[in-house]
């Protein structure tokens, strides 16, 4: 059938299982709006309040689902207001196809009205992009970037497609496809490289396993546990990590590295096998990298051969899809016993809890609530910094896709934009995003799409007047010299809610928080608590920038 450039893109989007959308329309574009419009019925765009939280919230709807996350953007601004949502998807791993488009092709290079240089930009920070200036190749382009973005290791592709090659006189023949599988990485998990694995894991007396966001992607959570069942060893993760191992286990020790738990931290400094799954050994996770896990030998799994010794040395790696060298260890090993060892550590545990402080309202308190007053089932969102680490601490995520958070990056203003996106993926789950003050006026406007999109989402703003985490950086290592980070200057977070068309509350106590918490969950609006802690409050544990990760520290060490 002949088709134009924008009705192509519409029917590949189709042939994709795309059924929502996240973007902001202008000039360039206007063409694939217009055939947008005339699809309504079958694909929903969610019109964002900014280019950035288009992006957000296709990678919230992609780490949410597991299918590919898209965001559309005019050219110029629109299509670089995208690109720190791209970066963000990058760095974790995250299936998006972002899809802009330009100025006539004639226009190209000439510095044009909104003209911009998108595929040069985004080229560090895709795993592919395409420029397409003839509608012959589109479909092609489309169909290849959505199988490139998924895969091996997944990530953002985009697609940039001049005005002219999406005008209705600009036709072509377009075949349907039905699209291509993506298959498993596969091909170097040799019965050999199987071999060494399970000869080392019999070999340990004291394994440790270690999972990164590699084991979320891969959906590797039934094998994971059955793995770990047979090695017998205690479990921590990465942030990225976190729900592929049933975090209310009592095998699981908590994170690992610079906020990761004492158990965790003195485990893997004890232990003779680190078994890394699905993990980059980011510098967050490894402290003084010369020290880490010193006593031990490295097995690491990863579908990325670039990250097999490139952080940390190992002494075996097996490359591949994770779920699947996992399932044939699986087949291959015998029960081991490691009783002592895991006592040992369980006992680590113990004696190092994660504390909530005894009175008044805190960051622990608040992530802490949440999880008893929805059962541990709520998807949970972030922003960046200390709210970002209780949430990792005190939300025991027991299944993968649970914990939306930039990892890689550290964006902050993701969270509000991921919320939406998973919300509109899952209307019935309870979708809760935690924000700092500070991040929350990054990409704040987004509450205007939650309401617009009718999105009973709830934004919990830990309020301590201040940019916390860079705050207990200068209180640690900096004097108390707190340049720049505070943010006392009477906004009022819970106008700006309702002005938005959400509700709001404030509140200081427990009693107060846990009340409006409660109405939160029932509301079928969007709904912002604003909860005042101190300006003090610090993520514990803590290890010190370069230091060893055994050298973590709390408020009870002196």
């Avoid at 600009?170 to 050999?192: A, F, H, L």
Wanted: aromatic share 6%; proline share 5%.
């Amino acid at each position: 059938m002949l088709l134009s450039g924008s009705e192509i893109i519409i029917e590949c989007l189709k042939e994709q299982g795309v059924d929502t959308v996240f973007g902001y329309p202008g000039g360039a574009i206007l063409n694939l709006y217009d055939e947008l419009y005339k699809h309504s019925n079958e694909i929903h765009h969610v019109l964002t309040s900014h280019e950035q939280g288009a992006a957000h919230a296709a990678d919230g709807y992609a780490r949410a689902t597991g299918k590919v996350g898209v965001c559309l953007a005019t050219s110029g601004p629109g299509a670089s207001n995208l690109v720190t949502g791209i970066a963000t998807a990058h760095m974790d791993s995250i299936p998006i196809v972002a899809i802009t488009c330009n100025v006539n092709v004639s226009l190209l290079g000439k510095d044009s009205f909104q003209e911009i240089d998108i595929t040069g930009i985004t080229m560090p920070i895709t795993k592919h992009n395409f420029i397409v200036k003839d509608v012959n190749d589109l479909a092609e382009t489309i169909r290849r970037a959505f199988v490139i973005a998924q895969t091996g290791r997944p990530g953002p592709v985009l697609i940039d497609v001049p005005k002219d090659v999406t005008a209705p006189g600009n036709k072509c023949e377009y075949m349907p496809m039905t699209p291509i599988p993506v298959g498993v990485v596969r091909k170097d998990i040799t019965e050999d490289a199987l071999k060494e694995a399970v000869d080392m894991i019999k070999a340990a007396k004291k394994p440790f396993i270690f999972v990164g966001g590699g084991a979320v992607i891969s959906n590797a959570s039934k094998e994971l546990a059955k793995f770990v069942e047979l090695v017998d060893a205690p479990v921590c993760d990465t942030l990225m990590g976190k729900g592929a191992f049933d975090g209310t286990n009592d095998r699981y020790t908590g994170m690992l590295g610079m906020h990761g738990t004492k158990a965790s931290n003195l485990g893997v400094s004890e232990c003779d096998l680190l078994i890394a799954i699905g993990t980059r050994f980011s510098d967050r996770v490894l402290g003084n990298p010369d020290k880490f896990a010193s006593n031990a030998k490295i097995l690491q799994f990863d579908v990325d051969p670039a990250e097999i010794n490139k952080n940390i040395p190992t002494d075996h790696a097996i490359v591949g899809d994770v779920n699947e060298i996992i399932s044939r260890l699986n087949k291959k090993l015998k029960p081991q016993n490691h009783k002592a060892w895991v006592d040992h550590v369980k006992e680590l545990s113990e004696k190092n809890p994660l504390r909530i402080p005894d009175n008044g309202l805190s960051g622990q308190f608040l992530v802490a609530e949440a999880y008893k007053q929805t059962n541990g089932d709520a998807i949970i969102t972030t922003e960046v910094g200390q709210h970002q680490m209780w949430a990792a601490q005190f939300y025991r995520y027991k299944r993968p896709h649970q914990l939306l958070t930039s990892g890689g990056l550290g964006t902050m203003g993701y969270g509000l934009g991921a919320a939406i996106g998973a919300k509109t993926a899952f209307p019935d789950k309870t979708v809760i995003n935690f924000a700092g003050d500070g991040c929350f006026r990054m990409n704040m406007n987004e509450m205007a799409t939650a309401s617009r999109e009718k999105l009973p989402l709830i934004e919990i703003v830990v309020n301590n007047h201040a940019l916390g985490m860079v705050r207990q950086w200068q209180s640690l290592f900096y004097e108390q010299r707190y340049s720049a980070t505070v943010l006392d200057d009477g906004v009022d977070y819970v106008k700006l809610a309702e002005a938005m068309g959400a509700k709001g509350y404030r509140v200081t106590t427990r009693d107060e928080y846990s009340k409006a918490l409660s109405e939160a969950l029932r509301s079928d609006v969007p709904v912002l608590i604003d909860c005042i802690i101190d300006s003090d409050d610090k993520v514990w544990p803590m290890v010190a920038p370069g230091a060893p990760i055994d050298e973590c520290f709390d408020e009870t060490d002196k």
